[in-house]
């Protein structure tokens, strides 16, 4: 939780998951920490299950075993009507998730074959860090090091904090991916012990970012800006997760160029293509996932906007591959 | 009742049905009647939540004379709302940061502030659960279920249910005289994705070839096979109706690409999942175009797709919907006056029953095998799909 104490290393914090053997957020081989929390609902979200700050209750189905061998969710202490069975149809059980959205840890613990299961879990700094530490000797060879994702990490600043402080004080390299939509104080205590900043920038015009990520992006570009201007010796990669019909157009692209080019400090803008593979998390999650129809930016869009980044930065490399 | 009903609200949640102006007018006089004053709260509960949102106020005074202005009009004096659910309302906090906020709270405080007595809300099956949640904390509700596929549990017939049908028959007959020109297979998809009622109903009524439904899971080689024979004698077309929710056998799936997300909508609707967890219907459409091209491969005849879709749930309310409608409103009022809250009503004929919310959740009403309308097809010789 977000409050100063005297060991922050004992620092408890909500997180979602730890992944290892990460290639694409940051350089080298690098152990991504994802944190529960997100400032933004981004439709085409691919961490739905990182998005709400407390862990959650998840359900596939496909491992239920259902009712006439176990049934243990339809009885007590389970709410009456969040789980049921139709029937006429198998007897594998049914989530009804307007009346299962206060089920938590409790519920999940009914379950005998993790069918019912939780998204997140509450850790400590040093926890967190011990289980990083083991991929140590591939941060060594490869330059990798410690990333924070979420979700959006900064939104747990304190636990954000003193987790990469105390990757710093170990010799571990540190990164984050953000959004940016927090308040600047956020970033103030973050910044400081953070050596590259992944950061999006999803939709140049404020209107439209609101729509498509629940929130403007005034914000997000003020504290952009004056991340750059006040961390100067701090490394800054630009990304946009690229969807077609959304955000793939040339003006896009080069609005964020213009905005970031006058940075020394910014050393890349990447491209993100859309993709879908978290979609079997909202189903577990039993939510909507408004982006079904889809579809991947075609290769030709993506060389297209590519070329316009290269341009930018004076240099020339492959294509992309979507 | 502790202290006599004085003043009742009427909202609607979820999209538009024909029919949704008959409710209320209902309501309205009934209400009247017994002297009580009628309120609509504007688009679901957002008229009560986001009062800000409205220049002219979130609640409506609805007056037996507003009402008879909008006779058989189409659309809905008081709006929908199918994304609000006051137990995670959207916000954005002074932070800027998107947040889910539990309103419900201050919702019920709001009703109580606007000496709201009781709450009639017309609704389809996933709004039934959020007002049983709201029940259980205190809101004096009763339901009035819509559905345009009739697939609302405990009730013989949801009101909108009708004139889907009557214009899916309408619709069905001009694709024909389409088909029949043209000398090729129509396929056409309508409204149904746990429940084949409309497909079955409306198939039937205009003597289709073929009707495919969720509860029958189909063999496209035995439609293949009844399309032949049909094409054999004198016939040159052909007119399949297939339900949006209608799956192939295990066994039988179809060769082509399967639809890219095998998953679901997911679930704010109860049976919204399918045997794996997933959702059973990946996007309007793709029922039809499945059974198009798949056809078009089994048997020598050109076939096209065509989606009733969304144009069923739309348009004027037919005369057994605007009866169903006036009944189902003034029912809901009878359940308020006998102190009978927390209560779906219910058309059992030749009765209008209340039937508490916690049996009308988490059911779906589909065809039984020994439905009358599945007798009735297959001795007009119309093929199943089994």
């Known amino acids: ?322 | 009742m502790s202290t006599p009903v004085q003043r009742i609200a009427i909202n609607i949640g979820g999209g538009y049905v024909p029919g949704i102006n008959s409710v209320v007018t209902g309501a309205v006089l009934a209400a009247v009647v017994l002297g009580w004053e009628v309120i609509g709260i504007r688009d679901g509960f957002e008229g009560l939540l986001f009062p800000e949102r409205y220049p002219q106020g979130g609640l409506l005074k609805l007056t037996p004379q507003l009402m008879e202005s909008l006779a058989g009009a189409t659309g809905c004096v008081l709006g929908t709302a199918s994304n609000t659910d006051p137990f995670h309302v959207r916000t954005i906090n002074p932070d800027n940061c998107v947040e889910e906020v539990d309103r419900s709270v201050e919702l019920l405080a709001s009703v109580q502030q606007e000496g709201i007595d009781a709450v009639i809300s017309i609704v389809d099956a996933p709004g039934l659960s959020i007002l049983l949640k709201l029940h259980r904390k205190g809101l004096k509700t009763v339901c009035v279920p819509k559905s345009a596929e009739n697939q609302v549990a405990a009730t013989h017939l949801s009101f909108g249910f009708n004139s889907a049908l009557s214009f899916a028959v309408e619709m069905l007959e001009h694709t024909r005289q389409a088909a029949q020109s043209a000398r090729k297979i129509a396929i056409v998809e309508v409204p149904g994705e746990h429940a084949g009622w409309l497909a079955l109903q409306s198939g039937t009524a205009a003597c289709a070839d073929v009707v495919l439904i969720p509860e029958i899971p189909y063999d496209l080689h035995k439609v293949a096979a009844t399309l032949r024979a049909k094409l054999k004698s004198d016939r040159t077309y052909g007119l399949v109706v297939v339900a949006e929710g209608a799956v192939p056998i295990t066994g039988s799936q179809p060769q082509s690409n399967t639809p890219a997300t095998d998953s679901l909508k997911s679930s704010l609707s109860p049976g919204a999942t399918g045997a794996a967890g997933s959702h059973v219907i990946d996007h309007s459409g793709y029922a039809a175009e499945t059974v198009a091209l798949e056809l078009q491969r089994l048997i020598n005849h050109e076939t096209y797709p065509l989606v009733l879709g969304q144009f069923a749930k739309g348009g004027p309310a037919t005369a057994v919907d605007r009866q169903l409608g006036l009944g189902y409103g003034a029912a809901a009022v009878r359940a308020i006056h006998e102190n009978r809250t927390g209560v779906m009503v219910a058309f059992q004929p030749p009765v209008l029953k209340f039937v508490p919310l916690a049996e009308a959740i988490n059911k779906v009403r589909t065809v039984p095998s020994d439905s009358v309308f599945m007798q009735i097809a297959r001795s007009l010789g119309i093929a199943l799909g089994d």
């Open chain 1, 1 to 322: 939780m977000d409050v100063l104490i005297a060991n922050p290393t004992s620092l408890k914090g909500n997180v979602l998951n730890i992944q290892h053997f990460c290639t694409h957020d940051g350089p080298g081989i690098r152990t991504t920490v994802f944190l529960k929390a997100c400032s933004l609902r981004c439709k085409w979200c691919s961490n739905p299950e990182s998005i709400h700050r407390r862990p959650e209750l998840a359900y596939n189905r496909a491992k239920c075993i259902g009712k006439k061998e176990c049934g243990l969710c339809l009885k007590p202490p389970c709410p009456e009507g969040a789980f049921y069975v139709i029937d006429g149809t198998d007897d594998r059980v049914y989530v009804n998730w307007d009346l299962a959205t206060d089920c938590g840890a409790e519920t999940a613990a009914v379950c005998p074959t993790q069918a019912l299961h939780m998204f997140g879990d509450e850790m400590t700094v040093d926890q967190v860090l011990a289980e990083v530490e083991q991929d140590g000797s591939f941060y060594r060879e490869s330059g990798g090091g410690i990333t924070l994702s979420g979700g959006e990490c900064t939104v747990q600043a304190d636990f954000c904090a003193a987790l990469l402080a105390e990757a710093h004080r170990r010799g571990i390299n540190t990164a984050i991916e953000t959004a940016g939509n927090v308040p600047w104080a956020n970033y103030e205590k973050v910044l400081p012990h953070v050596d590259l900043m992944l950061h999006d920038h999803k939709l140049t015009d404020p209107e439209r970012h609101k729509k498509w990520c629940g929130a403007d992006n005034s914000r997000i570009r003020d504290n952009f800006k004056r991340a750059y201007e006040t961390f100067p010796n701090t490394k800054f990669i630009a990304r946009t997760p690229l969807i077609p019909g959304v955000n793939d157009d040339e003006t896009h692209i080069r609005a964020v160029l213009a905005f970031i080019r006058p940075h020394p400090n910014v050393i890349d803008y990447e491209l993100l293509p859309y993709h879908r593979y978290g979609e079997a998390k909202y189903e577990f999650l039993g939510r909507v996932f408004e982006m079904e129809d889809f579809k991947s930016p075609t290769s030709e869009s993506l060389a297209h906007l590519q070329a316009i980044i290269d341009e930018a930065f004076g240099r020339n490399r492959a294509p992309i591959k979507v």
